[in-house]
């Protein structure tokens, strides 16, 4: 167990909905980064947080959104979802990677865009 | 661009079994991540490699970096049917944020 939680573990929404992903970092760890990864495919990067602001964006759209609180857990929100949207999406918490250390992932969120 | 990629993409082969798993990245990275995941399951890590010529070893697996190269490997000794699982390989940008991803490598290790 890595202490990184995320839920739901499943969501269906249907095209054109919002949805909200949460995910609790391991204790200690002020950053949180999010990652989408499709069916067969490796994780892609959507963004990082740390200390509460957002330090690095991937090439995804201003749909994708986020927070993160000041126990440093995190939300990530999508607006508008497409059926592209249809993916694993991973959070890692960890302290800055500059620093050497490994991101820790949750068991996911497997999201289904009908 | 950094682009990170592995190869083979699949690997099937017998239990008892040596065989190597490379991953070349395209600019530099001085810190690349090993990482396992299991069918629907997350990632779990398996190595950090910080410097050139860093070498670390858990059990059946061991792990290398050639900064220079730019490359890593993944090595599976004596290969057992638990060691079925996709192998991923990641490199940081700047050192502070994104970890970039290969492909994976999907092995399957046959009884």
């Known amino acids: 167990e890595t202490g990184v939680t995320q839920s739901p573990t499943h969501l269906i929404k249907t095209r054109g909905q919002q949805v909200t992903l949460r995910c609790s970092s391991q204790s200690g760890h002020n950053t949180v980064s999010w990652y989408q990864q499709a069916l067969g495919q490796g994780p892609q990067f959507i963004f990082q947080y740390y200390r509460e602001e957002e330090n690095g964006r991937g090439n995804f759209p201003p749909r994708f959104s986020g927070l993160q609180f000041p126990n440093y857990s995190s939300e990530l929100n999508v607006n508008a979802l497409e059926l592209d949207d249809s993916a694993l999406y991973l959070c890692?918490?960890?302290?800055?990677?500059?620093?050497?250390?490994?991101?820790?992932f949750g068991q996911g969120t497997r999201l289904t865009v009908v | 661009e950094l682009k990170v990629e592995q190869n083979p993409l699949f690997l099937s082969m017998q239990e008892g079994k040596n065989y190597t798993i490379y991953c070349n990245y395209s600019t530099t990275s001085d810190r690349l991540y090993w990482y396992r995941q299991d069918p629907g399951k997350s990632l779990e890590s398996l190595f950090v490699l910080l410097s050139n010529g860093a070498v670390k070893q858990e059990g059946r697996l061991m792990a290398s970096l050639d900064t220079k190269a730019r490359l890593s490997t993944l090595h599976i000794t004596a290969a057992v049917h638990d060691l079925s699982a996709t192998y991923f390989c990641?490199?940081?940008?700047?050192?502070?944020?994104?970890?970039?991803w290969g492909a994976g490598t999907k092995l399957i290790i046959k009884p």
């Open positions: 890692a918490s960890s302290l800055p990677l500059g620093l050497g250390t490994e991101a820790f």
């Open positions: 990641a490199v940081t940008v700047d050192s502070n944020y994104q970890l970039i």
